[in-house]
């Protein structure tokens, strides 16, 4: 069984890196260029995953199945 995507893909990180960079933005510990650069950087991961996505249901919808070659199992 494969993981979600999502787990697969580190999106959990990306999201709670987010969230500890708007705290940390807030309690004045990082300045707004680093947390625009740092969200953009974010924007940039989920456009990857998107694009991973996107690919990844085109491949499985146009997957076609493949017949046996032989029955019988080759040593």
Do not use: C, H
Not at 39 to 51: D, E, W, Y
Request: proline residues 5%; hydrophobic residues 45%; positive net charge.
């Amino acid at each position: 069984m494969s993981a979600p995507a999502s787990e697969e893909l580190g999106l959990v990180r990306v999201i709670n890196g987010l969230v500890v960079d708007l705290e940390s933005l807030r309690a004045g510990q990082i300045s707004t260029q680093d947390a625009i650069a740092r969200s953009l950087l974010a924007k940039q991961i989920f456009n990857g995953v998107r694009i991973y996505l996107t690919g990844t249901k085109l491949l499985a919808d146009r997957a076609k199945p493949v017949p046996a070659i032989d029955s019988k199992v080759q040593p």
